[in-house]
């Protein structure tokens, strides 16, 4: 009788879990156009700052199928494209944007805040490296 009552609290348990990552799951992906709106307007409002003209225009949703890079593409209006994103630097977030041409390359990576601004240059160009090739490759199976 004992173990039974065991079992039951940890299926109980293990429902409260699951129902909780199931809600936790279906806000992420039902805010996601919510999110990339706010970052498009936090960004423009970086590059007015940072006296750059170009501005993004719209939010690119990603294709269905395959994981990609987690991040999120915008279209420019310079008929560019950016991809928004975060790498680590000394375990601490350093937003970033990679300008990206028509023909897939990146052409820029832009620090997209004062501490990114500041830690910029200590990011190992083989990190760096990494994230253009990860976005190439990315930019030519249906970024835009």
Not at 28 to 56: C, E, F, K
Not at 63 to 75: E, I, N, R, T, V
Request: net charge positive; hydrophobic share 45%; charged share 15%.
């Amino acid at each position: 009788m004992k173990n039974m009552n065991i079992l039951k609290d940890k299926a109980i348990f293990l429902g409260w879990i699951m129902g909780l990552l199931i809600i936790i799951s279906l806000v992420w992906i039902l805010t996601q156009p919510a999110q990339a709106n706010y970052l498009l307007r936090s960004v423009n409002n970086i590059l007015l700052t940072a006296g750059d003209s170009r501005r993004l225009v719209s939010y690119t949703p990603k294709p269905g199928g395959k994981a990609q890079l987690m991040g999120y593409w915008y279209l420019m209006n310079n008929a560019e494209r950016m991809f928004v994103f975060a790498c680590f630097q000394d375990g601490i977030l350093v937003p970033v944007g990679a300008v990206v041409s028509d023909n897939g390359k990146v052409s820029e990576i832009i620090p997209l805040s004062s501490h990114a601004v500041q830690v910029f240059d200590f990011i190992p160009q083989s990190i760096l490296q990494m994230y253009v090739t990860r976005i190439e490759s990315a930019s030519g199976s249906g970024g835009k």
